[in-house]
């Protein structure tokens, strides 16, 4: 069974860091592109962080410079270190995993809760 558990959400005030967890299983993870996600109400989801297997990273414009994602292989973990945070962000944020190579092989995981407010 392959298992993607965000954590690492709240509320924080604008200015504040949050850093996200997604814990991995169920999967080869070296071999996975992972990205982050996130979906505000009313909007649709979209991409926040991408990592490549080979360590590579881009970032949405709106977050470039704030928020830094990176990868874990021995704990098979993607993180998303958020710092300056905004209202805007206020979002649920997902974890995503797609393998390179095999077609279909996408998962999620269930979103953790971040909200940015004074």
């Known amino acids: 069974q392959v298992q993607l558990v965000e954590s690492g959400g709240g509320l924080v005030q604008p200015g504040g860091s949050l850093r996200l967890s997604c814990a991995a299983s169920g999967i080869i993870f070296r071999v996975y592109h992972m990205g982050w996600y996130r979906q505000a109400p009313g909007k649709q989801r979209e991409l926040v962080a991408r990592i490549t297997s080979g360590g590579s990273t881009n970032y949405a414009d709106s977050v470039k410079g704030r928020f830094t994602i990176s990868r874990d292989n021995a704990k098979s973990t993607v993180y998303l270190q958020m710092n300056s945070l905004k209202p805007e962000d206020t979002a649920v944020y997902y974890c995503?995993?797609?393998?390179?190579?095999?077609?279909?092989?996408?998962?999620w995981g269930q979103g953790t809760q971040v909200t940015v407010s004074s």
């Open positions: 995503n995993g797609e393998a390179t190579l095999v077609p279909g092989s996408i998962y």
